[in-house]
């Protein structure tokens, strides 16, 4: 079992909608959270990065952290086609030992 | 903005050959980082180094190696090329986590094919 489970999708939505996009880890070790994301032949880049259980907003964009259930998410409102991409979600433990989920394609269509 | 650079975006070689692939991060980073993207896998780290000529085994290092000589450059050497080190490689960098919390930044990627 990976430490960081990541449902790959693929996912496709409507411009407009709300975007879900999960993950689950097993070790309550790990203490930071972060969401990448990664369009077509490049690399990943950062979207958000949180530490504490709760809510952190960012534009459209909002990420959740649950460290009682082990649950991180991401939310997308009003997605837009630019927002098309794969997103890695991960998370760190100690000082260089860093997860990664496996990805989920979104593909959102005007 | 942090800028990691990896120099080749597309790199085709033979089973066998010596390859080399280069990183250079211009945020005078301590630690540095060669990942492997498979679909399915995700990401795998392969090797990390936390200082000059410092370098730490990942999760799957067998077939490479690296060096780093230098603060800014961290290269990625797959001794004698087989198939199935055909991937994507990502190199990242980012600060010591005592004197920050940010995270990872990468570069755009190495594709690399072994025929």
């Known amino acids: 079992q990976k430490e960081v489970e990541q449902d790959p999708g693929p996912l496709s939505v409507p411009e407009g909608a709300i975007v879900s996009l999960n993950c689950t880890y097993s070790n309550s070790a790990f203490q930071y959270f972060m969401w990448y994301r990664q369009y077509s032949r490049k690399g990943p880049e950062l979207l958000m990065y949180?530490?504490?259980?709760g809510n952190k907003e960012d534009g459209r964009f909002t990420a959740q952290v649950d460290k009682s259930s082990k649950y991180i998410s991401l939310f997308i409102r009003d997605s837009q086609p630019s927002d098309s991409a794969t997103y890695l979600c991960a998370a760190i433990r100690n000082n260089n030992d860093m997860r990664f989920g496996a990805g989920t394609r979104l593909t959102v269509k005007p | 903005d942090v800028k990691v650079t990896q120099s080749s975006r597309y790199l085709v070689k033979r089973t066998g050959e010596k390859v080399f692939l280069e990183c250079v991060q211009d945020?005078?980073?301590?630690?540095m980082f060669w990942y492997r993207q498979d679909p399915g896998l995700g990401l795998r780290l392969i090797y990390f180094?936390?200082?000059?000529?410092?370098?730490e085994k990942g999760d799957i290092p067998e077939g490479y190696s690296v060096s780093r000589e230098k603060k800014e450059r961290f290269s990625l050497i797959l001794e004698s090329a087989s198939t199935n080190q055909t991937s994507m490689y990502l190199c990242?960098?980012?600060?010591?986590?005592?004197?920050?919390?940010?995270?990872?930044?990468f570069g755009d990627g190495t594709r690399l094919s072994i025929l």
């Open positions: 990242a960098s980012r600060p010591p986590r005592g004197k920050s919390n940010q995270p990872q930044h």
């Open positions: 180094s936390y200082d000059v000529k410092m370098k």
């Open positions: 949180t530490y504490s259980s």
């Open positions: 945020m005078d980073h301590e630690n």
